[in-house]
Structure formats: structure tokens, C-alpha cells
């Protein structure tokens, strides 16, 4: 039974009141236990985001920059990849101080934690905004697919943890429904087109779709193109066309779309084998596969960019370097879903030194020298000079 809310003067309160403590207790419930910090920023309840411009440029850090590569569902290595940059300490919290830090995307499919990450990172952007370091999100081309309905790629154990959210979800609507007067919005999960024993695809579908509650909070505040000085990072590649298409304008128009003020469908640039998430041009293993022609072109349009870094395909000599390290790939397969690799990340530091984070119990340290020394002619720190077998891993 709803309470009168002229009867009630607490009910006057209620809206701003109870959307808080409802929020509060639905992301504890989904997170796995993250109490979020405040977001000034953030809009209340269902709401749209701002619809302010994405970052898409950012000068030199004064600290250290440190890229971190596809992360599939896998919380534990994620994890453990941001221990090893010394950017979260035993207790998850974070101690990277002014680091800024790029993950480029990835983060859905293959996994059981992917909302759990999503929280999680969000929680270690607030946090590093206090000690004045950034952490910015990306979409990969598992993002584009999902937000497009595409659940090719999805594990039994994510579409779990929607189904879990999506319960949770309806509990904090039904609540701030208790007072008479209070807007009650149409329910985002109740759509047509699954049947109701399709239930966990269903909440995924609904959660991640254009609008949705999940791609509207998170995947409308990632990147899908990013400069940070010298660097230039994008999920799979930039080719010419991209450029002159606008960076800015793309990440704009990923974000409406993922916001659902546009098509259904994505974007052109997040479409087909060429596209800014899904380019495999600079990411062959062997070097003479690499297009480093249309390498250097893009990066001579861009103002000042030494070099490209992409995810997207899967390294299985760890992180490494080809045309003249001009293109860099990070993506090592650490997820279990998807390679199971020993986590490793990329550090580039004030002068623009470039060097490899691991945790191969191979190396006494846990980094190795710098990209360019003890390289093959061509190819990227110890992979070998035919290389190894590249990792079959679609999508």
C-alpha cells in the first residue's frame, strides 16, 4: 500500500531522500560490497547523464601514465594488474596518488564480474580524483556489441549476474514507489522480443541496450578515442579516415548512441573490420603483417603522437611494440575467459620512457627493461623473432 503523501509530511522529502539510501543499498547489493563515494556530477536516480562534452584530449600527466589492457569479467586479474602498477593497495583502495590511468576497454563478455568491474573502477575514478590522479574508462568493441544486443560472447556466469542485478533493480524501483505522488517511470525491463524463461537475457539485453540503466551510467562515460601527450589510445586503431572524421566527434556520437539518443544501431567508425574497436592492422604479431605505413600517416595527423596503443588482440609474448614501437599492444589474454595470462601493464613515465609491468615469475623485478632494448629487428621486447603462435581468440 502506497503512503498518502499529503497526509505524510515525511513523503515530502521522500523523492531525494529515499533515491539516495535506495541507490546506495542496490549498488552495495551488485557491486559486491563497494560503498561508492560521491559524485557531485552524477544525475539522481534514472536520470540521463550531463550531457557535457567527453575528454578527449589531455596534456602530458606530470605523473605517471599507466594503460591497462582488456580485462573480459575477471575481477581478481584485474585486480592484480593494478596491484602490480602499485595503483590499489591489499585492501582495494587506491594509492596511486597523481597516476593517471587508462583501461581500453573490454571490460564485458567472457567473465562472470563484468558489472562488478564496472563498479569497481568507477569507485577507483572517485578515489583518485581526490589525490589528484584520473582513471578513464574505453569502449572496446565487446562494449559497441552488447549495447547493440549482440550476446554472442556472453558467459552463463554473466548473464547470472544480470539477472541478479536486474532483481535488485526492480527492489530499489519498488521503493521509491512506497509514497503516493512520486513519479513512477516505466519499467526499462519490461520490453518485448525474449520470452519470460529468457529471463537473464532479457536484464542483460535491457540493462546494456541504448538508454539503458547499466550503458547509460558507465559505457556513455568511457572514451571510445583518447590523446593523453604523446599517446594516442583507441580499443582496436585509427586509420586516416577516423581523424578526419573528428576524435572529438566520434566519442560524442558514441556517447548519444549509447545513451539512446540516437540509432540502434552503432555509430559507422564502431562498424566492420575498420573500425576505431575493431582494427587489426597494427596488431599482427609478426611485423612485416603490420601496416606501419598507415601508421606513421595517422600520426602525423595528430599533433605532437609518438605512438598508438591498442587492445582488442591478444598478445601471447605479453605486452610489445612493432614499427619502431610506434604501435603498442597490451592486451596479454589475462582474463580466465579469454587467454588466462599473466597480467601486465604499461607505464610510460614524465620524459615519455616506456616500460613493461609484469608478473611473469620469469623476471626477478617485476617490470622489464624499457620496449625498445633487447628487441628482435622490428618487434617489440623478447618476442622472439618468427613469434609465437598468436592466440585464436574471435571477437
Known amino acids: 500500500m502506497a503512503i498518502d503523501s499529503a497526509a505524510t509530511p515525511f513523503c515530502k522529502d521522500v523523492p531525494k531522500l529515499l533515491t539516495s539510501f535506495v541507490d546506495t543499498f542496490v549498488d552495495f547489493s551488485v557491486s559486491g560490497g563497494l560503498f561508492l563515494p560521491p559524485n557531485p556530477e552524477a544525475a539522481p536516480g534514472d536520470a540521463l547523464p550531463s550531457p557535457t562534452p567527453l575528454r578527449t584530449r589531455y596534456p602530458a600527466p606530470q605523473g605517471r601514465l599507466v594503460a591497462i589492457g582488456d580485462l573480459h569479467g575477471d575481477l581478481e586479474k584485474s585486480k592484480e594488474a593494478l596491484r602490480l602498477a602499485d595503483l590499489i593497495d591489499g585492501s582495494d583502495e587506491w594509492i596511486g596518488g597523481s597516476a593517471t590511468v587508462v583501461q581500453v576497454g573490454d571490460v564485458l563478455d567472457r567473465g562472470g564480474d563484468e558489472i562488478k568491474i564496472l563498479y569497481f573502477l568507477e569507485r577507483l575514478k572517485r578515489q583518485a580524483e581526490r589525490t589528484g590522479g584520473t582513471v578513464i574508462t574505453m569502449n572496446g568493441n565487446h562494449e559497441i556489441m552488447n549495447v547493440e544486443g549482440d550476446l554472442r560472447y556472453v558467459m552463463r556466469e554473466g548473464l547470472e549476474e544480470f539477472r541478479v542485478w536486474a532483481d535488485w533493480y526492480r527492489v530499489g524501483r519498488a521503493m521509491k514507489c512506497l509514497c503516493e505522488g512520486l513519479e513512477k517511470p516505466k519499467d526499462p525491463l519490461a520490453f518485448r522480443g525474449l520470452k519470460e524463461k529468457d529471463?537473464?537475457?532479457?536484464?542483460?539485453?535491457?540493462?546494456?541496450?541504448?538508454?539503458?540503466?547499466?550503458?547509460?551510467?558507465?559505457?556513455?562515460?568511457?572514451?571510445?578515442?583518447?590523446?593523453?601527450?604523446?599517446?594516442?589510445?583507441?580499443?582496436?586503431?585509427?586509420?586516416?579516415?577516423?581523424?578526419?572524421?573528428?576524435?572529438?566527434?566520434?566519442?560524442?556520437?558514441?556517447?548519444?548512441?549509447?545513451?539512446?539518443?540516437?540509432?540502434?544501431?552503432?555509430?559507422?567508425?564502431?562498424?566492420?573490420?575498420?573500425?576505431?574497436?575493431?582494427?587489426?592492422?597494427?596488431?599482427?604479431?609478426?611485423?612485416?603483417?603490420?601496416?606501419?605505413?598507415?601508421?606513421?600517416?595517422?600520426?602525423?595527423?595528430?599533433?605532437?603522437?609518438?605512438?598508438?596503443?591498442?587492445?582488442?588482440?591478444?598478445?601471447?609474448?605479453?605486452?610489445?611494440?612493432?614499427?619502431?614501437?610506434?604501435?603498442?599492444?597490451?592486451?596479454?589474454?589475462?582474463?580466465?575467459?579469454?587467454?588466462?595470462?599473466?597480467?601486465?601493464?604499461?607505464?610510460?613515465?614524465?620524459?615519455?620512457?616506456?616500460?613493461?609491468?609484469?608478473?611473469?615469475?620469469?623476471?626477478?623485478?617485476?617490470?622489464?627493461?624499457?620496449?625498445?632494448?633487447?628487441?628482435?629487428?622490428?618487434?617489440g621486447l623478447l618476442v622472439p623473432e618468427r613469434g609465437p603462435t598468436q592466440v585464436e581468440v574471435k571477437a
Open 199 to 379: 529471463e537473464p537475457y532479457r536484464a542483460r539485453m535491457a540493462a546494456l541496450r541504448p538508454g539503458g540503466p547499466i550503458s547509460r551510467r558507465f559505457l556513455s562515460q568511457n572514451a571510445t578515442v583518447l590523446v593523453i601527450g604523446d599517446s594516442i589510445f583507441v580499443h582496436g586503431g585509427l586509420l586516416a579516415k577516423h581523424v578526419e572524421h573528428g576524435l572529438e566527434r566520434i566519442n560524442e556520437e558514441v556517447r548519444d548512441w549509447i545513451n539512446g539518443l540516437g540509432e540502434q544501431s552503432a555509430p559507422g567508425h564502431c562498424k566492420g573490420r575498420n573500425a576505431v574497436v575493431w582494427l587489426r592492422k597494427f596488431s599482427d604479431e609478426v611485423a612485416k603483417n603490420c601496416d606501419c605505413s598507415a601508421l606513421e600517416h595517422v600520426l602525423a595527423t595528430i599533433p605532437g603522437a609518438k605512438r598508438m596503443i591498442m587492445g582488442h588482440t591478444i598478445q601471447e609474448a605479453g605486452i610489445n611494440g612493432v614499427c619502431d614501437n610506434r604501435a603498442i599492444r597490451i592486451d596479454v589474454g589475462m582474463s580466465k575467459g579469454c587467454g588466462n595470462g599473466l597480467p601486465e601493464v604499461l607505464e610510460i613515465n614524465g620524459n615519455s620512457e616506456v616500460r613493461i609491468l609484469t608478473s611473469n615469475p620469469l623476471y626477478e623485478n617485476k617490470y622489464k627493461a624499457p620496449l625498445h632494448s633487447e628487441r628482435k629487428e622490428g618487434l
